[in-house]
């Protein structure tokens, strides 16, 4: 991460603010003082350890609600005709947790977080699996193909959730 000069003034100041609102912090600020002050990059990472390097991409986040809202879509057809799919592909692994990609972030984000697709709640949002991605882009690419009907019938779930 680079810092400008002005930035650099700006997060100094915060840190002083900061002692006077928590005083028994006040050491851990101040070392943060010095690592902005005389610009120590190595060390910039630890001035908030809960901002990420990097991003989510916009492409990302909407290919996540795409494959959250195809999960959806699964769950409530299988409820509709009250049908029990024979592939387990039918049921919302989550994201691999090790990727760096931001599939898990934001997912875990837009359910835990936020509260949307309650619908899969139930299901975890790490998969531990780093072929699950690609399982959901061919689930999408064989909804897609199928004209992304509303209401599924079970051969459509079953071909669906193969990912055939």
């Not at 943060?32 to 492409?59: A, K, T």
């Not at 509260?115 to 689930?139: A, Q």
Request: hydrophobic fraction near 35%.
């Amino acid at each position: 991460m680079d810092l400008t000069q002005a930035q650099r003034v700006i997060i100094y100041n915060q840190l002083e603010i900061l002692k006077t609102v928590d005083p028994a912090r006040a050491a851990e600020y101040e070392e943060q003082q010095e690592i902005v002050s005389y610009g120590y990059e190595l060390f910039y990472d630890q001035l908030n350890p809960m901002i990420s390097e990097g991003h989510v991409d916009r492409e990302t986040c909407d290919e996540v609600l795409e494959i959250l809202n195809l999960f959806r879509l699964l769950e409530y057809s299988k409820k509709d005709l009250s049908y029990v799919p024979k592939s387990l592909g039918a049921q919302f692994e989550g994201f691999d947790a090790n990727e760096p990609d931001g599939y898990y972030s934001f997912a875990k984000f837009v359910r835990r977080k936020q509260g949307k697709f309650t619908e899969l709640s139930e299901w975890p949002d790490n998969s531990h699996s780093s072929s699950s991605l690609l399982h959901y882009r061919r689930m999408l690419q064989t909804w897609r193909a199928l004209g992304k009907p509303t209401k599924l019938t079970p051969e459509q779930i079953e071909k669906i959730a193969d990912g055939s």
